[in-house]
């Protein structure tokens, strides 16, 4: 008889060095007891070699798939996942992150016993060891305009945005349920990623773990946080190397995610109320950092001006029409 697979889908995007020891701490850690498991990367286009690179490293021990263009965070996970279709378990796991002993196992003992339970994902801590965001609440509307656009400076949306990033969790080893566990190392229960038709690909890059869970939690399945498993995660690897247009994917997946669960009525009322806040508080912000920059002369403040000065160029019509 044969075992079943546990499927580790790895996306990258001009992030070799990261996804190698990403793809190594998989290999090296990632045993899981009366299973196999198979690491498939997905390459979105990267210019570094990071495909040649994986290839170089691992040979035939992993799958590495190397798209012509950017397909897409999302798409590419779905990419990598119909390479076993039939897998136990998926885990997503982000190139600048890496599995720590004993992580995959405990994630997996999580589903194995808990049959309501549709996904769970570890506690993250930093290159450092230092504790990471690991779950939030689910993104509502509210929350997503203190955190984005001017009502921020009169506290309007504050408790929202509190629970949408802090949600309260048990503290201690013991798991507990959770509203969505981020996406830089999520497992999920095969059958349920298959039922939901995987990651909805419309979104390009960021909100779509959340849309995921949401969807798993719609159709009765339970998320869960599991504490005693533990991933490491740098942050931001591909974003950096082009922020103000992860910023432009971000905004537009922000109003996707608003149109799938509010309506794409609300959708319209909810961009035209955004919008014009978003670009006050953008506004303010330059003003201030630049201030910031000519009185104390912080160097971080330089590069949030140029992130803003590069949106305003290369992204800003594409949030206007999003």
């Not at 397909?71 to 720590?100: I, K, M, S």
């Not at 504790?131 to 408790?159: E, N, Y």
């Not at 509010?262 to 950092?289: I, N």
């Given at each position: 008889?044969?075992?079943?697979?546990?499927?580790?889908?790895?996306?990258?995007?001009?992030?070799?060095?990261?996804?190698?020891?990403?793809?190594?701490?998989?290999?090296?850690?990632?045993?899981?007891?009366?299973?196999?498991?198979?690491?498939?990367?997905?390459?979105?286009?990267?210019?570094?070699?990071?495909?040649?690179?994986?290839?170089?490293?691992?040979?035939?021990?992993?799958?590495?798939?190397?798209?012509?263009?950017?397909?897409?965070?999302?798409?590419?996970?779905?990419?990598?996942?119909?390479?076993?279709?039939?897998?136990?378990?998926?885990?997503?796991?982000?190139?600048?992150?890496?599995?720590?002993?004993?992580?995959?196992?405990?994630?997996?003992?999580?589903?194995?016993?808990?049959?309501?339970?549709?996904?769970?994902?570890?506690?993250?801590?930093?290159d450092d060891g230092s504790p990471r965001p690991s779950v939030r609440g689910h993104p509502t509307r509210l929350a997503l305009l203190h955190q984005h656009t001017a009502l921020r400076f009169l506290r309007v949306g504050a408790a929202a945005f509190a629970r949408y990033r802090s949600p309260s969790i048990p503290l201690g080893d013991a798991s507990s349920d959770a509203e969505v566990v981020l996406g830089a190392c999520v497992l999920v229960r095969g059958d349920d990623f298959r039922a939901a038709?995987?990651?909805?690909?419309?979104?390009?890059?960021?909100?779509?773990?959340?849309?995921?869970?949401?969807?798993?939690?719609?159709?009765?399945?339970?998320?869960?946080?599991?504490?005693?498993?533990?991933?490491?995660?740098?942050?931001?690897?591909?974003?950096?190397?082009?922020?103000?247009?992860?910023?432009?994917?971000?905004?537009?997946?922000?109003?996707?995610?608003?149109?799938?669960?509010?309506?794409?009525?609300?959708?319209?009322?909810?961009?035209?109320?955004?919008?014009?806040?978003?670009?006050?508080?953008?506004?303010?912000?330059?003003?201030?950092?630049?201030?910031?920059?000519?009185?104390?002369?912080?160097?971080?403040?330089?590069?949030?001006?140029?992130?803003?000065?590069?949106?305003?160029?290369?992204?800003?019509?594409?949030?206007?029409?999003?």
């Amino acid at each position: 008889m044969t075992a079943p697979v546990v499927l580790v889908v790895i996306v990258s995007r001009d992030t070799k060095d990261a996804a190698v020891r990403c793809a190594r701490s998989v290999l090296d850690r990632g045993t899981v007891n009366d299973a196999t498991t198979r690491l498939v990367v997905v390459d979105n286009a990267s210019s570094d070699g990071t495909a040649d690179a994986l290839r170089g490293a691992f040979g035939g021990r992993i799958d590495v798939i190397a798209n012509a263009d950017n397909r897409g965070f999302g798409a590419a996970c779905n990419q990598g996942a119909a390479v076993v279709p039939d897998a136990r378990h998926v885990l997503v796991l982000n190139a600048d992150a890496e599995l720590t002993p004993g992580a995959l196992e405990a994630l997996v003992a999580e589903l194995e016993s808990n049959p309501g339970v549709g996904a769970c994902g570890p506690r993250v801590v930093g290159d450092d060891g230092s504790p990471r965001p690991s779950v939030r609440g689910h993104p509502t509307r509210l929350a997503l305009l203190h955190q984005h656009t001017a009502l921020r400076f009169l506290r309007v949306g504050a408790a929202a945005f509190a629970r949408y990033r802090s949600p309260s969790i048990p503290l201690g080893d013991a798991s507990s349920d959770a509203e969505v566990v981020l996406g830089a190392c999520v497992l999920v229960r095969g059958d349920d990623f298959r039922a939901a038709k995987g990651f909805d690909e419309r979104y390009f890059l960021y909100f779509e773990e959340a849309d995921l869970e949401r969807r798993l939690a719609e159709s009765g399945r339970r998320v869960r946080y599991v504490p005693t498993a533990v991933v490491r995660h740098t942050g931001g690897a591909s974003s950096r190397r082009d922020p103000e247009r992860a910023l432009t994917w971000y905004l537009c997946s922000l109003f996707l995610y608003v149109d799938r669960w509010y309506g794409r009525g609300a959708g319209l009322v909810y961009r035209a109320l955004f919008k014009p806040l978003f670009v006050v508080r953008l506004v303010t912000d330059a003003a201030r950092d630049a201030a910031v920059l000519l009185v104390r002369g912080r160097e971080q403040k330089r590069d949030e001006l140029r992130l803003t000065a590069r949106f305003a160029l290369r992204g800003f019509w594409t949030f206007l029409l999003a």
